[in-house]
């Protein structure tokens, strides 16, 4: 709930269209001077000065298949480009707002991040300090309906995208709204304002349904102008007077030249800044108890290369010690089907788990001078794709463990990384891409 509002970071051309042209407070909630949250990083990349317009080199061209004229440009991915698209295409009907998505789900850590649960502090749980449309997404969520621990409030994002968040977007006649688009490139004037942004948007082929693939097969294709076997591409020029950068991955800040940085600032904000450490990553699973067992799987995944032995997931199973089992069950639990009890668990459930599969032994991230390099020949979103593949070998052996000993069934797994803790992790060294 704390990233609805209050981490979008605005780039914008002219300072003075705020000031002048527009007659509403349209703008005024989102500047902050931090950066969009991501499904799983928290500000991982961020912007070093508040206010930057000028920069030094020129953009890479680019070729474009078509052009969209907009007021307002969101880059997004995260919950807070949800919450930007949605404040700024109500608040001037008058304007046109484009608004870019990485996935085919709005919403961030919210919904394709897959952490479906809001968590409420004494001050932010209070109407009076919300924001009208979140009130209004809450309101849509009466009580919590998975019954969850974790927070005031779980529920199903498949829900919560296709009732309230697509709707929702649909009522602004004024919102251009791109699935499946990444930002590749930013263009700028020669005196170095930003002019416009260079976005791919794939729609998938015929070949492999939507999510076959992992995402650390997928993500350098995303970005990607060239039609694939998986995806055909478009790429569009956006270009506008406001940029808002709240992507999932700092696109807008890496590729327009803006200085940044990421990782770890200790001991405080302003402290020496740790670019190789950052926040654990999980990726999440839905998991249903069925009244009967089904055939198990094949096998559980041993453990990641090199022999580091994955977490133990035995609290995903019926002989958990103790009250282990219950409490790991209703901790995330987004649709709850019977007893809501947080002892209680009941056939039909619907359970969120990102338990027992953090990686807490690599960063997303590469080094500084690994995104340089990757700037330099292409950006894809300046990822280890070894990260991804050892985070996506914690989630299966958790999983696999669980419908083998707890009589479960697999219902959905998120491949976009979802954030579970905050932690100092060391540098992945085995950079090989080899495996998925």
């Known amino acids: 709930a704390e990233d609805w509002y209050f981490q979008v970071l605005a780039i914008y051309s002219h300072k003075v269209y705020l000031e002048n042209s527009v007659s509403k407070p349209l703008l005024s909630v989102l500047f902050s001077g931090s950066c ?16 930057v317009v000028y920069f030094v080199s020129a ?36 304007l046109t707002i484009c608004f870019t998505e990485i996935t085919d789900w709005p919403g961030g850590q919210m919904t394709a991040g897959g952490v479906p649960a809001i968590d409420f502090g004494s001050a932010n749980k209070m109407p009076e300090n919300q924001p009208k449309s979140f009130r209004d997404a809450m309101e849509f969520l009466p009580g919590n309906p998975g019954a969850c621990s974790v927070s005031t409030k779980c529920y199903l994002p498949n829900d919560f995208v296709d009732k309230w968040i697509k709707p929702r977007l649909a009522n602004s006649t004024n919102l251009v709204v791109l699935l499946r688009t990444v930002v590749r490139n930013t263009t700028r004037s020669p005196s170095g304002e930003i002019q416009a942004l260079s976005v791919v948007q794939r729609e998938p082929t015929s070949s492999h349904p939507e999510w076959y693939f992992s995402l650390s097969r997928e993500l350098e294709d995303w970005y990607s102008p060239t039609d ?16 808002i950068e709240a992507t999932e991955l700092g696109d807008v800040l890496a590729t327009s030249g803006l200085p940044f940085a990421q990782g770890l600032e200790f001991p405080l904000e302003n402290s020496t800044t740790y670019e190789n450490c950052g926040q654990a990553q999980t990726l999440t699973f839905y998991m249903t108890l069925l009244d009967k067992p089904e055939i198990a799987p094949p096998f559980v995944p041993p453990g990641a290369d090199g ?41 039909g459930d619907i359970t969120q788990q990102n338990l027992f599969n ?20 292409g950006w894809h979103g ?9 985070t ?5 052996h958790a999983r696999e463990t669980a419908m083998q000993e707890a009589q479960c069934c697999i219902v959905g797994c998120f491949d976009l990384l979802a954030q579970y803790s905050i932690q100092c992790t060391p540098i992945v060294v085995d950079v090989t891409y080899d495996y998925y």
Not at 382 to 390: E, I, L, R, S
Request: hydrophobic content about 40%; some cysteine.
């Open 382 to 390: 300046g990822c280890y794709k070894t990260v991804y593949c050892h």
């Open 392 to 396: 996506r070998g914690n989630a299966s």
């Open 59 to 94: 953009s890479k061209p680019s070729t474009v298949t078509s052009a969209l004229q907009c007021d307002i440009a969101i880059a997004g991915g995260s919950t807070a480009s949800l919450a930007a698209a949605i404040t700024a295409a109500e608040a001037a009907p008058e």
């Open 36 to 51: 969009a949250t991501m499904a799983g990083i928290r500000c991982s990349r961020a912007l070093l000065y508040t206010y």
């Open 358 to 377: 953090d990686l807490d032994t690599a960063y997303l991230f590469p080094t500084m001078a690994a995104v340089r390099e990757e700037l330099a020949t």
């Open 228 to 243: 694939s076997e998986y995806f055909t591409k478009k790429e569009i020029e956006i270009s506008a007077k406001v940029f």
């Open 307 to 347: 022999g580091i032995p994955f977490p133990s997931a035995a609290n995903l199973t019926k002989n958990a010690p103790g009250d282990a089992w219950h409490h790991t069950w209703s901790w995330r639990r987004s649709h709850c089907a019977g007893n809501p009890s947080l002892t209680a668990v009941n056939v």
